[in-house]
């Protein structure tokens, strides 16, 4: 049995990103890419707003989904996600985050449970506000921005930068994979899922 089908608790899928129509096509947002194509591809609205965010419900593979976007900036995540995990009485075995990664080649994806937030500052405040890291992250690469002098502000100056025309290209076929990985999850578990996607 999936350890998510043991209770009828919904999941938290929460997408890490920064709110603001300006930001909406920057390489920091395809967490909320991901999961505004989840909420659409089920039939789920992201409109009403709790706490600091903004979700939706309703049912994916057949079982209870709450979708988020936090609205704190994604350095602030956590306290967005700690409201919800609260207020829902979601453990952090049933909470999946998606977010950006630098370490990953543009479009690649990673399922993984634990583990560190590998300099992520949203899965860190995360982790930070829950007392723990041992929830699902999908992470999907965005690649590196090539470095001169400033490193700092090279990588800021790139996550918040729009995708190009041909990263455009790569995510339009890559957002769709994430939603199939979700659903995955859900019905066939980390392990099967991790195999298949990673």
């Known amino acids: 049995m999936l350890f998510w089908k043991k209770k009828r608790?919904?999941?938290?899928?929460?997408?890490?990103?920064?709110?603001?129509?300006?930001?909406?096509?920057?390489?920091?947002?395809?967490?909320?890419?991901?999961?505004?194509h989840l909420a659409w591809s089920n039939g789920i609205r992201i409109n009403k707003s709790q706490g600091q965010a903004r979700i939706g419900s309703g049912e994916v593979a057949g079982t209870?989904?709450?979708?988020?976007?936090?609205?704190?900036?994604?350095?602030?995540?956590?306290?967005?996600?700690s409201q919800l995990v609260r207020k829902y009485q979601v453990?952090?075995?049933?909470?999946i985050v998606i977010h950006d990664d630098l370490d990953l080649p543009s479009g690649k994806i990673r399922i993984r449970h634990g583990g560190s937030s590998a300099g992520h500052r949203g899965v860190m405040s995360i982790a930070d506000s829950l007392g723990g890291s041992d929830f699902t992250r999908i992470r999907v690469g965005i690649g590196r921005?090539?470095?001169?002098?400033?490193?700092?502000?090279?990588v800021v100056d790139y996550?918040?930068?729009d995708l190009t025309s041909e990263?455009?290209?790569?995510?339009?076929?890559?957002?769709?994979r994430v939603s199939d990985a979700v659903q995955s999850l859900l019905t066939e578990g980390l392990d099967a899922t991790m195999k298949r996607f990673n």
């Open 9 to 36: 608790d919904a999941i938290l899928i929460v997408g890490l990103g920064n709110p603001g129509d300006k930001r909406a096509r920057n390489r920091h947002n395809i967490g909320f890419m991901c999961t505004d």
């Open 64 to 81: 209870q989904v709450i979708l988020a976007k936090p609205q704190t900036f994604v350095n602030r995540s956590g306290l967005a996600v």
């Open 91 to 95: 453990t952090r075995d049933r909470l």
């Open 145 to 154: 921005p090539a470095i001169t002098e400033d490193k700092d502000a090279e």
């Open 159 to 161: 996550v918040l930068g």
């Open 167 to 176: 990263e455009e290209k790569i995510f339009e076929e890559v957002i769709p």
